[in-house]
């Protein structure tokens, strides 16, 4: 199906897709569908394409972080974005993760003390389903909790969702996007987890501003338009859906 996929780009887009040219649009559209059937309220100009959530979550830090600066963390937390955070200078404050995700109550009581000295931080990140490394599932009551203590202070909230669409079983809870009325919530996605992880292609929702600011630092650009046209085309007419269903039966099993 991608051989197909990148066959008939070849064959009907080749001039647009070989040149250098920006993201294909029609991914951005793709991406914006698959947000607003999950409740956010998505436009085009709020979302960025990258090469791979691990880009966006390597740029996040460059817009926000100055060396000394505070980012909050969950303990654990996936290695690869910490990496990241601690590169640009970032200290790094962790906050305790149980079997209902990340503790709210102790988040709220280390933003109240920074906070007190005069503080806030730059973003909070956070897994909030299927929790790598843990598996976890951040509940419904913390989710609301969280999004009202970013609005609340001012804080972003990084959401990393790159393990979303694998549910084995039970009813998808909102994500902390869709549950932000506010703006505060960044949310980062993947076709990593639902595609292939090689063809490294990510995105991110945010604010207006932030998506700007992230293509300022952005330095090669837009990402390829062969690629993102490929992807979109194999993901048309409900396709990635059908795709995902497989992934799914497929994880479970093992």
Known sequence: ELMAAAAEVLAYEAAESLNYAMSYPGLTD???ARLRD???DAQPEQVLVGYGSGQILALLPEIFVEPGDVVIIEGPSFLGAVKRFVQSGARLVTVPV????MDVAA????VRSLAAEGRRPKFIYTIPTFHNPTGVTLSLDRRRQLVELAAEYGVPVVEDDAYLDLRFAGEPLPSLAAL????WVIRVGTYSKILAPGLRIGWVHARREVIDRLLMVKAEGTTGPFITRVVARFSAAGRLEQHIAT???HYATK
Do not use: F
């Open 98 to 101: 149980d079997e209902h995700g």
């Open 38 to 40: 999950e409740g956010v």
């Open 247 to 249: 992934l799914r039966r």
């Open 180 to 183: 932000d009325q506010a703006g």
């Open 30 to 32: 793709q991406i914006v």
């Open 107 to 110: 988040l709220a009581d280390v």
